[in-house]
């Protein structure tokens, strides 16, 4: 089975053209390593089809993310997008200092949901949650940095 074959057989269920555009903006987001830009995404396609323009890819993008097919992640001031994950979401902490997005389990954000809603009477929306922060590898280089200018 292709990666990306559960993202095509939605795009039929919901009455969308299999284009070979959207099919190669797909194939692009399904080969990437995940969190591809738009911009990136939009270079590797052009590869593989020179009339793709940058517009086309927006649009599939957002018809896409509509869909569920791919889940959009903020990182740095641009969108970056991957393909949603079959076996259930995930959530991203973003890492203001080298701008690298990793995948955080859904249940770290369970007693968080329970809380809101015990407390608050809140059902929160945590389908794409972010928690932006800095990662260890640059908490361990800033200490590092600032160790040595001391």
């Known amino acids: 089975m292709i990666k990306?074959?559960?993202?095509?057989?939605?795009?039929?269920?919901?009455?969308?053209?299999?284009?070979?555009?959207?099919?190669?903006?797909?194939?692009?987001?399904?080969?990437?390593?995940?969190?591809?830009?738009?911009?990136?995404?939009?270079?590797?396609?052009?590869?593989?089809?020179?009339?793709?323009?940058?517009?086309?890819?927006?649009?599939?993008?957002?018809?896409?993310?509509d869909l569920g097919v791919v889940t959009e992640v903020a990182i740095d001031d641009r969108l970056h997008f991957e393909l949603t994950d079959l076996d259930g979401h995930h959530h991203h902490m973003v890492?203001?200092?080298?701008?690298?997005?990793?995948?955080?389990?859904?249940?770290?954000?369970?007693?968080f949901r329970n809380t809101l809603n015990k407390e608050f009477g809140f059902e929160p929306d945590l389908e794409h949650f972010a928690v932006s922060g800095v990662c260890a590898k640059c908490q361990e280089a800033d200490a590092k940095t600032t160790w040595k200018q001391a």
Do not use: W
């Open 4 to 65: 990306h074959e559960k993202a095509i057989e939605t795009l039929r269920h919901n009455g969308h053209r299999l284009t070979p555009q959207r099919l190669i903006v797909l194939s692009t987001i399904a080969s990437g390593d995940g969190h591809m830009g738009v911009d990136e995404v939009f270079q590797v396609a052009k590869k593989s089809y020179p009339y793709m323009d940058i517009a086309t890819v927006y649009r599939t993008l957002h018809l896409f993310k």
């Open 95 to 111: 890492c203001r200092a080298c701008n690298g997005a990793f995948n955080l389990s859904p249940h770290y954000l369970a007693e």
